[in-house]
């Protein structure tokens, strides 16, 4: 599982080397590229393209029916019926190609939530840091932040920080908890960084939700993690969530040539 995400990390750091310092866009962009690129060759070698067209061409004709002889109660049902029959079958046909691509689409689109979706803090700004421990835990000071409240959440087995961001740069947020001494990644006024927001103390299934941050090994703090601010990408004046933007890029780069490569969606 860490090899999994580790991996994963490192590949798309490698496929973003050429756009290190260029706008947020640009990367999405292409990204975008090389999932069309990779849906089109999935769809081209693994999906069953003279079936899927025969199922859309049939759930058209049945719903053609189902208009033309409204008044005809048997064929309107009957033509229902294989309808969606034909929309069953359509889905089924299509979910080869799918399961091809969604482990790698799910490890793109973690490592692009953490990369796009969130921002780097700010010096001056305000974050929660939370610890998942049994025992107490503190943080301890640093040049990059600054303590301002600790809360203790008994119910949720939780130590929980108001932290103030005092510097700039790449820094790591030091606790410590019964003798032990943890620490987490914290990014600070560094565009171009990938965010980890979450950190644990052995693998375990919730960090294929991350990027990549080696395990702290402690006996004391399961998880730490930090909340960074959410970020919109902008490209020519208008602002988006990055799979807007990726989802619309690839519609654009998929459509024009689908067809002509003999695939059908």
């Known amino acids: 599982m860490a090899f999994l995400v580790k991996s994963s990390t490192a590949v798309t750091d490698f496929l973003l080397v050429p756009f290190k310092g260029l706008p947020p866009f640009w990367g999405v962009l292409w990204l975008s590229f090389i999932t069309s690129v990779l849906v089109l060759l999935v769809y081209r070698w693994v999906s069953f393209p003279v079936q899927v067209r025969r199922a859309k061409d049939s759930i058209k004709a049945h719903i053609l029916a189902i208009r033309i002889y409204r008044d005809h109660p048997g064929v309107i049902v009957k033509s229902f019926f294989a309808a969606m029959a034909n929309?069953?079958?359509?889905?089924?046909?299509?979910?080869?190609?799918?399961?091809?691509?969604?482990?790698?689409?799910?490890?793109?689109?973690?490592q692009m939530e953490w990369r796009y979706g969130v921002r780097p803090l700010r010096p001056g700004e305000v974050t929660t840091v939370k610890v998942s421990t049994e025992a107490d835990a503190d943080l301890l000071p640093s040049a990059l932040y600054r303590k301002e409240l600790k809360v203790r959440v008994k119910a949720l087995h939780e130590v929980d920080f108001r932290v103030k961001i005092t510097g700039k740069g790449k820094g790591r947020l030091v606790f410590s908890c019964d003798g032990e001494r943890v620490e987490k990644r914290l990014i600070s006024g560094i565009p171009g960084q990938y965010m980890v927001p979450k950190r644990f103390s052995r693998p375990c299934w919730e960090m294929l939700l991350y990027p990549w941050e080696p395990p702290m090994n402690s006996t004391c703090a399961r998880w730490i993690k930090v909340r960074y601010p959410s970020r919109l990408i902008s490209f020519m004046g208008i602002r988006a969530h990055w799979i807007l933007w990726y989802l619309l890029l690839i519609l654009i780069m998929v459509l024009p040539v689908h067809k002509k490569l003999g695939i059908e969606f």
């Open 87 to 110: 929309v069953l079958k359509y889905f089924a046909l299509n979910l080869v190609p799918l399961m091809v691509l969604f482990p790698v689409l799910f490890f793109l689109f973690v």
